[in-house]
């Protein structure tokens, strides 16, 4: 049976964490195709304490196989009235499948049930599966303080000037006037 005909998303559990850094990593070779940025493919993926983090404030959602190994993750944080996602990563044989919009899409539905404001987060401009990507989901550029600490952060962390971008989509219904 294939993995993605079985697979499905569930939060992630205190046992997961330790397996979503291998996760990040599969997922990330894809970046070996993207001029200038073939060294993330090499980078240190999230650590299983910050993993573990995000599971205890139940953040963090995995797409697990028809044996229920995680193989896809979600993790996100709360700033204020702000679901913050931190990581979407999925192993390369469920690539291209529709799994990393149904986690981005459970991350905007949880923030959506918690009476949030918004999904927020930081990633390349230019990179088909990062802002043209999160487009399509609704989310647009935005910009404050907090996602400005990130962005400048992850510049002197390597990442090339003006690479990046924040990005927000709302989920809140406006008060009718």
Known sequence: MAAEQSAYIRLARAQDAGLLPAIEQCAAQAFRAIEGLAWLADAAPIGVECHRQWIALSTCWVVVDDLDHPQGFLSAERFGDDLHIHEVSVAQPLQGQGWGRRLVETAIEHARAQHLRAVTLTTFKHVPWNAPFYRRLGFAPHVDS????????????????????????????????
């Open 146 to 177: 907090r996602l400005e600490t990130i962005l400048a952060d992850e510049y002197a962390h390597g990442f090339e000037p003006g690479s990046r971008c924040a990005m927000a989509c709302p989920v809140t219904c406006p008060n009718p006037s």
